[in-house]
């Protein structure tokens, strides 16, 4: 039977770099999870747009006899909203509560367009976005993602759009809004809208909203011959758009979007450098039981080295999240790597300017440049395509990653 210290060892030896191979290549599945407090201010900014809620409730103290505008009436929300749900203790928790307006807005985020606007991955952003439900002040509540965009296209012409919104309360104020906005439908027979965006501001359910609007493509009473198309209505509706689907605050001071902010990458940091003291553990531990090559456990099992080694990561598991083992190991490292670092700074900095030259068109951050150098891709930066070049991929491997986006970000400041 095999022991672990020799699948260990097999597993050593197999490994190019020799020691501290497997840590280098693990270590860029840790980094692939990080972002910047730039990157974590524009999902801030994404997750909690401003509202008129504050607004509309200083114009409903205040008695006035003005007539109200279209624009008002589509802004009032629905009178049960004014009031928080019975039993619903998570804005008691804030500090501001005596002063907080808005209680929450149904809000739905482009899955494929935050990824791109990020450029992190989707289950990197459903993370951030669950520190933000899971956190004191219950910032956000995260419902199950769904399809945002509703189209609404009547092949009998303009005439069957409006006789559809005439009876279709969801339809009528989509076209409200549009008209609203400048765009005229009058000889149009189709209508593209946020189905999310416009059942919160008229405070509706989602479900219903879009049930009622699916049950267009069938009629349900008799109508005049003619309609021709998809379905017996001939109405065609489609949803599309799958996107992040969640309630949150539209009257955030700045302040508070301050604090959110510096939450969430404080939490991103915290992580990242409790899982590489996890990482840097584990190798300490496996190093210390492994051989200096096959040919001494070849022919016979070190019960001893088997042993320890059961031992050693039952230690792990017991104290997973005491980082004082792995602390005199950081500490030599770190020394190591900072001495090399010196040695490579020039020809690091020599190349970052190179691929820059190279990529003259496109917008790369200091982070982007670090992650092509560790060969780590990313949503904007794939490696289908910047792996290609083996010059820059994966070549500053063995160095540390944050150093690398100091060094990028100081080399694009000085290329403007």
Request: charged share 30%; aromatic share 8%.
């Amino acid at each position: 039977m095999t022991s672990l210290g020799n699948c260990l060892q097999n597993r050593k030896d197999r490994d190019g770099d020799g020691v501290g191979g497997d840590l280098n290549e693990l270590r860029r599945h840790i980094y692939a999870d990080t972002v910047d407090y730039y990157t974590v201010k524009k999902l801030v900014q994404k997750v909690f747009p401003p509202c008129k809620c504050r607004q509309i409730y200083q114009k409903q103290q205040g008695v006035s006899c003005w007539a109200i505008t279209d624009d008002e009436l589509l802004e009032i929300p629905d009178p049960s909203e004014e009031l928080p749900p019975e039993g619903d203790q998570s804005l008691e928790e804030f500090d501001v509560s005596s002063s907080r307006v808005c209680h929450r807005h149904e809000r739905a985020m482009s899955i494929q367009k935050t990824v791109e606007m990020l450029d992190i991955r989707e289950e990197g952003i459903e993370t951030l976005l669950c520190y933000l439900e899971l956190h004191p002040q219950h910032w956000v509540e995260l419902m199950h993602p769904t399809f945002s965009t509703c189209r609404l296209q009547c092949y009998s012409g303009p005439m069957q759009l409006r006789n559809i919104a005439r009876r279709c309360p969801p339809v009528a104020v989509a076209l409200a809004k549009e008209r609203l906005c400048g765009v005229d439908h009058t000889h149009s027979n189709s209508v593209e809208f946020d189905v999310v965006e416009l059942a919160d501001s008229m405070g509706w359910e989602l479900l219903p909203v879009k049930r009622e609007l699916r049950q267009l493509q069938w009629t349900t009473s008799q109508s005049k011959q003619g309609f021709q198309g998809t379905g017996k209505s001939g109405v065609l509706v489609e949803f599309s758009n799958l996107s992040f689907h969640f309630r949150s605050f539209g009257d955030l001071d700045n302040e508070e979007l301050d604090a959110v902010c510096k939450f969430l990458h404080q939490r991103v940091l915290a992580h990242e450098k409790t899982a590489l003291c996890h990482l840097k553990a584990c190798f300490k531990s496996f190093h210390s039981v492994a051989f200096k090559n096959c040919s001494i456990c070849a022919d016979a099992v070190s019960v001893e080295k088997s042993s320890r080694l059961k031992q050693v990561l039952k230690e792990y598991f017991d104290q997973k999240n005491d980082q004082s083992q792995s602390t005199n190991y950081s500490e030599d490292e770190d020394e190591l790597s900072r001495a090399k670092l010196k040695d490579w700074e020039s020809q690091i900095r020599a190349d970052i300017r190179q691929f820059l030259s190279i990529h003259h068109e496109e917008k790369f951050s200091g982070r982007a440049i670090a992650r092509i150098f560790h060969g780590i891709e990313s949503p904007c930066y794939p490696a289908q395509v910047y792996g290609r070049d083996r010059r820059f991929w994966r070549k500053y491997l063995n160095f540390d990653f944050n150093e690398i986006i100091r060094m990028a970000t100081e080399e694009l400041i000085r290329m403007k």
